[in-house]
């Protein structure tokens, strides 16, 4: 890159973060090229990934108009921007969406813990005991076949994967890791959002909002706080308990008898 492009570059970037509501910080590290196009394809007319120089990313933060300075911070070992006017947590939905599993290799880094389970494997007794044992697994045989005896983390999340844990992900064919893009962090509207906050649930969150609707409606009925929503079960609920004083005293009313 030629001193007087970076300028231009810098300034790019700058209008980028200036002209879109959300900017996200995209980890690049390990992210094959196949996987970064296939990608792009899939957030067309969505959003932009810009790829540059850590240091230029940093410079095009401190000349924005926005306050954005605190995702400096946030920045990863190799970082790209992608800006966008969608729903934060939609375009990390996608994302996640477009990845595909693939084998642990010495270093990779796993954004979940790696659980190995107990139960039968496919490996015959051998030398396959001792490379299990080296990473912690409690083993027998089992029916002629090597058996786990207890499920054991092998690596938690955000640390490395060791030789020893790589080579036994290797003998059972487990997967733990993913190829695509690593959308890492999110600006909008001056608050950041971690990975940790944009990975929600559909399911867990339709389920909260369901739930805090039925404490709501609890509440309101029963400190007697009616809304249009409770006002029918609150009328509901007096005439219930009117019938049942009514049975209970022998008070004679028409509408009870």
């Known amino acids: 890159m030629l001193k007087n492009e970076k300028p231009k570059i810098v300034e790019e970037l700058t209008q980028l973060i200036d ?23 899939s957030m067309r007319g969505i959003a932009i990934i810009k790829m540059s120089r850590k240091t230029m990313i940093k410079r095009a933060i401190k ?19 992608l800006v966008t006017n969608e729903n934060p947590f939609k375009i990390f939905k996608t994302i996640k969406e477009n990845k595909t599993p693939a084998a642990a290799k010495p270093g990779d880094v796993p954004a979940h813990d790696i659980l190995i389970q107990k139960g039968p494997t496919p490996l015959p007794p051998g030398p396959s005991i001792s490379t299990l044992q080296k990473a912690g697994l409690k083993t027998s045989v089992q029916a002629g076949k090597i058996a786990v005896l207890a499920d054991k983390v092998v690596c938690k999340a955000g640390e490395a994967v060791s030789e020893e844990v790589a080579a036994v992900l290797s003998l059972l064919k487990v997967e733990p890791m993913e190829i695509g893009m690593d959308l890492a962090y999110v600006w909008e509207n001056g608050t950041i959002y971690g990975r940790d906050v944009l990975d929600v649930s ?56």
Request: charged letters at 25%.
């Open 63 to 81: 000349n924005s108009k926005k306050d954005v300075q605190n995702l400096e911070a946030h920045l990863t070992t190799v970082p790209a921007l």
């Open 19 to 41: 002209n879109y509501s959300v900017i996200g910080v995209i980890n690049m590290r390990k992210l094959p090229t196949k996987a970064l196009q296939n990608m792009r394809e």
């Open 202 to 257: 559909i399911d867990d969150y339709i389920n909260d909002i369901v739930s805090c609707v039925r404490k709501a409606v609890n509440l309101s009925v029963n400190t007697g706080y009616p809304t249009k929503l409770t006002a029918p079960i609150m009328i509901q609920k007096a005439f219930a308990e009117a019938r049942t004083l009514a049975i209970d005293a022998d008070i004679i009313e028409k509408d009870f008898i």
